[in-house]
C-alpha cells in the first residue's frame, strides 16, 4: 500500500498508516492485531488476563501472523488479586522485544526505563490532561487519550472536540493518539485536525471476522445507533466502580438502577456462562466484566458488550485490513476535496 | 507547484449560499446576558452569522434587540428561540425549591421566594412573531422545531434546528428544518434534546461521533456545535462532513459579550473538568461552570421543578447575583473546550483569527497526504 498519510508517530513507530486497533480484552488477539498491522496501522494486542506464559504463546502466534511492529497493551488495574505481577507481565513484553508496550489504567513510570532500554516504545492512555502531562514527564513516548466517548472502560469526562486540543497543547512534542467515537475516514481526519497523530479504533475493529469477540456481540454492535450506549460501572464483579460505556442492552437497561449492588465480586451472582483463556475454562457469573469472547458460551445478551458512542457508523462485519484501507485511501480523499474545494472558491 | 500555490484555502460551504454569509462560522445564540447587540452584529459584519437569543426576553425588548443589530449590520442574523414545552406531567415541591433557595436571597439582599411562581418571560409563539414581523432571515431553535418550521418558513426564514441525536435530526428535516445544528455532549449551556429520560437525562453523543452520524441521516447541510474552539475544531468539524459550525464559548469571551466581570474570571480560570451537565437553571439538562449554584443543588438533592418553571425560581437569584457580580451565585454556560478561549478579542478578531487558523490547518493537513 502507499504511504500516503504520514505523521511524524507513523514515522517513529515504523508504520504507514495513522491507525491503531485499540487493545480490547477477549478481542483483541493475535489476528485481530496482525491483521491490522499488516494492512499498515498498529495492532495492539491486549493481555486478555494471560499468565506470563501464556502471554508470551500469545506474541509469538502474533509473530508468526506479522512481520510488522506491533503493540502488547498491560491493564494495570486488574493484575492486583492475580497469581501474577505487573512486572511479571512487563517481563514477558521486554523479553520478547515487543515493539510497543502500552499501559492502561495506572502508573506506567516503573516500566518506562526498562522497555526504552530494550529499544520498546511506551503508550499510555489516559484521559485527562493532567494524565497526559504527568505521562510526558515520565517519559512515555506516546500519549493515547480517550474521549468521553470511548467504548469500554474510561473514566474520561470531556468529549474529544475539546479534549484533543487541550492535550496537543499540553504535551506537544509528545504524539498525541485520538481514541473515541472515531468510526471512519472522517473521524480519523478530524482527529489528526485537532492536533492528533493517530486514531485507536475499539468498536470498528470489533466488528471484524478476526476480533475474538462472540459473533452474536459482533451482530449487536452492527445494529445498534449511537444512542444505544451507556455509560455505567454495572459490570464491577472484578473491577469494581470503574466506569465502562456498554451497549444498552435490555439486559443493561433492567439494572442500570442497581449499580451499587454489582460492585465487586458476590457469592450469590448467578453463573450465566463460561470462557476459556488459554485451556483453562473459567466459569462467568453476572456483572462480570469479560465480553463474550468466540470462546465464551452462555447468556451472551447478558454480558459486557463494550461499545463506543460511534457504534452506529459500524454497518456490517468487514476485514480489519479492509477497513485499514478505507480508512486511508478515505481520509486522503477527504482532505483533498477539502483543500482543493476551498482553493477552487477561492478563485471564483 | 505545491510550494508556489498562489491561493490559500478559503472556507466556503453550501451552508453560505443558503444563508448569504462569507463564512461558515456562527455565533450560537446565549442567555443569561452574554448576547449583546454589538456581539452579535460583529459576527455577522465579520462574515459569519450571529444569533440572538431570545431567553427570558419579552416581545417589545426582543423587537428593541433585533432593531438594534439590525441597525449596527445590513448583513444576515438570526434570533434563537427556546421551544421545549412546558413539563406538565411532572410534579416538583415548590416550597423545597424555594427554601432551597432563599439561602442566596438572604445572600444578595432579595425577598424570599413563594409559592407564587409564573412562567418566565418570553413564550416562543411569542417571540417567533416579533422576529418574524421584524422579518429575521434565520430562526434557531433549541427543542422539537415541529410548531415553528412553518411560520418561521411564511415569514421568509430559515429554520436551523439544533438536535441531540440522529434520530432528532430524522424528525426535524421530517417537519422541514433547512439546517440542522448536531449538537454534541461537549456544549455549553441548554441541550436541546427534544424528550428527556425518565431521570430527566438528555442525550449526550460526543460531537466527534455525533456528526458523522447525523450528516449520513440526512440531505440538508449539518452545522457542528460542542468543543469547537479554534481553527482546528472548525476543519476537523468540516472533516466530520459539517457544513458549518457554531460556538458559544468562545465567543462569550469576546469583548461585546455581556458577561460581568466575575463569570469572566471563572471562564478564564476554569478547565474542561470544570463544565458539568446540570438542571439547576431551568429544570432541563445545561453545562455550566461549576459553582455554588450548581454544587449545593446537587448536594440538597433536590429534584428540579419542572421546566420551565425552575427558571422561573431561578431568574430573581441569577439576576441579581450578576448585578452583585456573585460569580458562585450565577449560572455560568461554558462548553468543555472553555479553556481554549482567549479572553479580550474583539468578535471580528475572533472570526478573522479562526478563518486564518482553519486556513493554516486545511493547509498542515494537506501536506500530510502529499
Redesign the interface.
Known amino acids: 500500500m502507499s504511504t500516503v498519510l504520514q505523521t511524524r508517530l507513523c514515522a517513529l513507530l515504523g508504520i504507514e498508516a495513522p491507525i491503531f486497533c485499540a487493545p480490547m480484552g477477549f478481542v483483541t488477539g493475535p489476528e485481530l492485531a496482525a491483521a491490522v498491522s499488516n494492512a499498515g496501522g498498529l495492532g495492539i494486542m491486549s493481555f486478555s488476563l494471560n499468565p506470563p506464559a501464556g502471554l508470551r504463546s500469545e506474541i509469538a502466534r502474533l509473530r508468526s501472523l506479522t512481520d510488522r511492529p506491533f503493540g502488547v497493551n498491560v491493564l494495570l488495574a486488574v493484575i492486583d488479586g492475580m497469581p501474577f505481577s505487573a512486572e511479571d507481565i512487563v517481563g514477558v513484553c521486554v523479553e520478547e522485544r515487543v515493539p510497543l508496550l502500552s499501559f492502561f489504567a495506572g502508573d506506567a513510570a516503573p516500566f518506562v526505563g526498562q522497555a526504552h532500554a530494550a529499544g520498546i516504545k511506551v503508550a499510555l492512555q489516559v484521559r485527562s490532561v493532567a494524565e497526559a502531562k504527568q505521562a510526558a514527564a515520565d517519559g512515555v513516548d506516546i500519549v493515547i487519550v480517550q474521549g468521553y466517548e470511548a467504548g469500554g472502560h474510561s473514566e474520561s469526562s470531556v468529549a474529544l472536540t475539546a479534549l484533543v486540543p487541550r492535550v496537543f497543547d499540553a504535551v506537544a512534542p509528545v504524539p498525541v493518539v485520538a481514541a473515541g467515537g472515531i468510526g471512519d475516514a472522517r473521524g480519523l481526519v478530524a482527529a489528526l485536525a485537532l492536533g492528533a497523530e493517530a486514531v485507536a479504533l475499539g468498536t470498528r475493529f470489533i466488528a471484524t471476522p478476526e476480533a475474538s469477540a462472540h459473533p452474536l456481540y459482533k451482530d449487536r454492535l452492527v445494529a445498534a445507533t449511537e444512542e444505544e450506549t451507556v455509560r455505567t460501572t454495572l459490570f464491577g464483579y472484578e473491577w469494581p466502580n470503574a466506569p465502562h460505556r456498554v451497549l444498552r442492552t435490555r439486559f443493561v437497561e433492567q439494572w442500570l438502577s442497581h449499580e451499587q449492588e454489582t460492585q465487586g465480586p458476590r457469592p450469590d451472582a448467578p453463573r450465566i456462562g463460561e470462557t476459556q483463556i488459554g485451556d483453562q475454562t473459567l466459569p462467568l457469573y453476572r456483572f462480570m466484566g469479560l465480553p463474550p469472547s468466540a470462546r465464551t458460551r452462555g447468556d451472551i445478551d447478558s454480558m459486557a458488550l463494550y461499545a463506543g458512542q460511534g457504534v452506529g457508523l459500524v454497518d456490517a462485519v468487514v476485514p480489519a485490513g479492509e477497513i485499514v484501507r478505507e480508512l486511508v485511501e478515505g481520509a486522503q480523499e477527504l482532505v483533498e476535496r477539502l483543500f482543493l474545494g476551498a482553493i477552487a472558491v477561492d478563485r471564483v | 507547484m505545491a510550494t508556489t500555490?498562489p491561493?490559500?484555502?478559503?472556507?466556503?460551504t453550501p451552508l453560505c449560499e443558503l444563508l448569504g454569509i462569507r463564512y461558515p462560522i456562527i455565533k450560537a445564540g446565549m442567555g443569561g446576558g452574554a448576547d449583546t447587540p454589538e456581539l452579535v452584529a460583529a459576527v455577522s459584519s465579520a462574515g459569519g452569522l450571529g444569533l440572538l437569543s431570545a431567553v427570558l426576553t419579552s416581545p417589545d425588548q426582543l423587537r428593541a434587540n433585533i432593531r438594534a443589530v439590525r441597525a449596527l449590520t445590513d448583513r444576515p442574523f438570526g434570533v434563537n428561540v427556546v421551544v421545549h414545552p412546558p413539563e406538565t406531567d411532572k410534579r416538583g415541591d415548590i416550597a423545597a425549591t424555594q427554601a432551597f433557595l432563599d439561602r442566596f436571597r438572604r445572600e444578595l439582599n432579595l425577598p424570599l421566594g413563594t409559592a407564587d411562581l409564573r412562567p418566565p418571560l418570553g413564550n416562543p409563539e411569542d417571540q417567533l412573531a416579533v422576529a418574524m414581523e421584524e422579518q429575521v432571515p434565520v430562526i434557531n431553535t433549541m427543542g422539537d422545531p415541529t410548531a415553528v418550521i412553518a411560520p418561521a418558513h411564511d415569514g421568509g426564514a430559515r429554520v436551523l434546528a439544533i438536535v441531540t441525536?440522529?434520530?432528532e435530526a430524522i424528525e426535524a428535516v421530517e417537519a422541514g428544518a433547512d439546517v440542522v445544528v448536531a449538537q454534541?455532549?461537549?456544549a455549553g449551556g441548554l441541550r436541546g434534546t427534544f424528550r428527556l429520560g425518565p431521570d430527566g437525562e438528555a442525550?449526550?453523543?460526543?460531537?466527534?461521533?455525533?456528526?458523522?452520524?447525523v450528516?449520513?441521516a440526512v440531505r440538508v447541510p449539518v452545522i457542528a456545535a460542542?468543543?469547537?474552539?479554534?481553527g482546528?475544531?472548525i476543519?476537523?468539524?468540516?472533516?466530520?462532513?459539517a457544513a458549518g459550525v457554531l460556538l458559544g464559548t468562545r465567543f462569550s469571551l469576546a469583548r461585546e459579550s455581556g458577561i460581568f466581570p466575575g463569570w469572566r474570571e471563572r471562564a478564564i480560570a476554569a478547565?474542561?473538568?470544570d463544565a458539568?451537565v446540570n438542571r439547576v437553571l431551568t429544570g432541563r439538562p445545561a453545562r455550566s461552570i461549576r459553582n455554588r449554584l450548581v454544587e449545593e443543588h446537587e448536594r440538597a438533592g433536590i429534584e428540579p421543578l419542572p421546566f420551565p418553571l425552575q427558571a422561573a425560581a431561578t431568574v430573581d437569584v441569577v439576576r441579581a447575583a450578576a448585578q452583585h457580580n456573585a460569580a458562585d451565585l450565577f449560572y455560568l454556560a461554558a462548553?468543555?473546550?472553555l479553556?481554549?478561549a482567549k479572553d479580550g478579542q474583539g468578535a471580528a478578531e475572533i472570526v478573522a483569527e479562526l478563518v486564518e487558523e482553519a486556513?493554516r490547518?486545511?493547509?498542515r493537513?494537506?501536506t500530510?497526504?502529499?
Open positions: 500555490a491561493f490559500s484555502p478559503v472556507l466556503h441525536t440522529v434520530a454534541g455532549a461537549e442525550a449526550l453523543i460526543g460531537t466527534l461521533a455525533l456528526v458523522p452520524q450528516v449520513d460542542g468543543g469547537i474552539m479554534d482546528r475544531g476543519v476537523a468539524a468540516l472533516a466530520l462532513g478547565t474542561e473538568v458539568v462548553g468543555q473546550g479553556r481554549l486556513r490547518e486545511l493547509t493537513l494537506h500530510l497526504v502529499g
